[in-house]
């Protein structure tokens, strides 16, 4: 029997706009918490026709309009109830529910962890409905996308599609929570931000008001956190839950459930349609791009992989950060006449109800091709277009080795020298700070996208006047080849072998690739774009799951993995590497004293040394099209 709120009194609401209906339903878990959801028709009596209903199971308010949500740039960001009218109008009913302990759901909020049994609970339901026929698709961005693998994970059954966008876990711990071992500090952030909207929040205004007071840039140079001593201290779910991710450093039993970690569960994810939505700036490239060739290789039923050159769930914007990519790079526009309607197509694709399926296995925006310019708004004109595969990475590419040298050289010629290297000392208490990137829900303290590593300013936390480049810190190694002659096209993984030492029982490397314009007339000291970037945190040198301290001066091998990218390096660019120990407020800073992070409190500086020589090849590993011709006499 249909379950709804009975202060609705079972009875659906008309929908302002016409020939939409609301429902609001109680839908019960397995330990009987009831969590709220809302049921969209183009009908009052949704029992009347049974059709495939669409899912999305949000944080974030399902009454809530969301910037995620933006279908085209030309317009505002439509509400939840023009969402619904755009598919129940293409005969789908659709059901927004609030997470456990979230909105006006019942229960506790845990990140993460609780999402997959809820979400088969809430499939399980929604299937045996009069007006369900059987086939539920979920759908949704970010935490939206993540509940979805959660679900899959399970082995749900009656999971008919999966509309994946910047979400979906492979693997937390290599994407998302934590990266090359060390702790993605936009938790924090985020757990900051959605506790002052919680539940909790809302019936205290005390808390609310503390909470919304928080100095979040003073409390990151005060870090790390201890039980009782964060800004969360008076909201012990919300502290609880992110220091547990802080402390949960190797990788053991909590990042191999089920919610965190499809890679350990792809065989029970249902053989049914898939579509995996990134972009080049998104903390999910790894997980999007795993979870898309995961699935194409193990399941029958098709997978399709999206990546655009935005920042999280900014499909319909044609700049991440401080740089341009031109009208071409929208979704919207170029893909679709709009996100609702790339959506659309997508599901009757999927449930058969549209035409065959001739969309393009792979479709990735190329960045890179523009100017260099600077626009009417101030950003730099880095260009791009679209274009389709099908593989990742592309089948034109392949694997090319850029070796370091000591001169600040990266070329295709192996090291001959015995004895070559380049040493530093790293001061945990002088980070080098994060300059876009990857990064979302990282404000007030860091934002994705591409910036000008040449030129940090004010709005770059911990950097300070007079604001000179990057790579002029001591503790920065960079790394690049000759003015290109001829133009270079990256499409695939970034990675670098490094061999190494120090002075520490633990320390960390980190790599980020960076396209290099030449001087112009609006920017005389040229543009650093970054690309991506990665960490490795050397005590998990051998194993995530059995850390290992260092014995100072022994050299190790180790391998700097960052997301993957898609850039055209113009003749006349450079490809350049930046190497060093730390990237704050990104990740987590590791005091190199060989004690978990999450609880040292003291520090310590390592003298950490890249090895260049012979029998110690230090490389970048690019994906070049035309492999290791693409560079010709250029390095």
Known sequence: MTCYDTSHAGRPEPCRGGALWRRTLRIPMRDGIRLAADLYSASPEP???????????????????????????????????????????????????????????????????????????????????????????????????????????????????????????????????????????????????????????????????????????????????????????????????????????????????????GRGFYERFPDAPS????????????????????????????????????????????????????????????????????????????????????????????????????????????????????????????????YLTTGGALTPAPPTAAAASVTYDFDPRRPVPTMGGQVTSGEPVMTGGAYDQNAPDARVYGASEPYLPLDSRPDVISLTTPPLERDVVVAGPVSARLHISTTAPDTDFTIKLIDVHPPNADYPHGFAMNLTDGIARCRFHRSYEEPELLVP?????????????????????????????????RFDVNTNTGEPEAAARRTAIATNTVHMDAEHSSHLRLWLEGGADALGSSS
């Open 275 to 402: 579509l995996h939505l990134g972009s080049w700036y998104d903390p999910y490239v790894r997980s999007t791009i795993e979870n898309f060739t995961a699935l194409r290789r193990l399941k029958s039923a098709p997978s399709h992989l999206v990546m655009g050159p935005w920042t999280h769930g900014h499909r319909c914007e044609t700049f991440a950060g401080d740089v341009d990519f031109g009208p071409g790079a929208t979704l919207d526009g170029n893909l679709a006449p709009s996100y609702l309607e790339f959506r659309r197509r997508w599901f009757d694709r999927a449930l058969g109800r549209g035409p065959e399926d001739d969309l393009p296995a792979v479709q990735y925006f190329l960045m890179g091709g523009g100017d260099g310019r600077r626009d009417a708004a101030g950003r730099m004109r880095h260009g791009g277009a679209w274009r389709t595969d099908t593989q990742w990475p592309p089948a034109s590419t392949a694997p090319v080795a850029l």
């Open 47 to 261: 029992e009347a026709t049974a059709l495939p209903v669409l899912l999305e199971r949000t944080p974030y308010g399902r009454r809530e309009r969301r910037g995620s949500d933006q279908d085209r740039g030309d317009v505002p960001i439509p509400r939840p109830e023009d969402i619904a009218r755009h598919f129940t109008e293409a005969r789908y009913h659709v059901v927004r529910q609030d997470c456990r302990g979230r909105g006006d759901s019942g229960g506790t909020f845990v990140k993460y962890l609780g999402e997959g049994p809820d979400g088969v609970d809430t499939i399980d339901w929604l299937r045996k409905q009069p007006w369900c026929d059987g086939r539920v698709v979920m759908t949704g961005v970010s935490y939206s996308a993540h509940v979805q693998a959660a679900a899959a994970a399970e082995g749900v059954t009656g999971l008919a599609a999966m509309f994946q966008d910047s979400g979906g876990f492979s693997s937390a711990y290599d994407a998302g929570m934590r990266m090359g071992g060390a702790f993605e500090l936009k938790q924090v952030t985020w757990a900051l931000r959605h506790a002052a909207q919680s539940p909790e929040a809302a019936a205290d205004p005390v808390l609310a008001e503390q909470l919304l007071r928080v100095d979040v840039a003073g409390w990151f140079g005060a870090m790390p956190w201890r039980p009782g001593c964060t800004p969360l201290r008076h909201l012990s779910a919300y502290e609880d839950f992110l220091l547990e991710q802080w402390r949960q450093d190797t990788f053991g039993d909590y990042y191999r459930t089920p919610a965190i970690y």
């Open 553 to 585: 001066g022994r050299v190790y091998e180790i391998e700097v993995t960052a997301p993957d990218t898609a850039n055209r390096f113009a003749a006349g660019h450079r490809i350049r590497l930046d190497i060093s120990s730390s990237n704050f407020p």
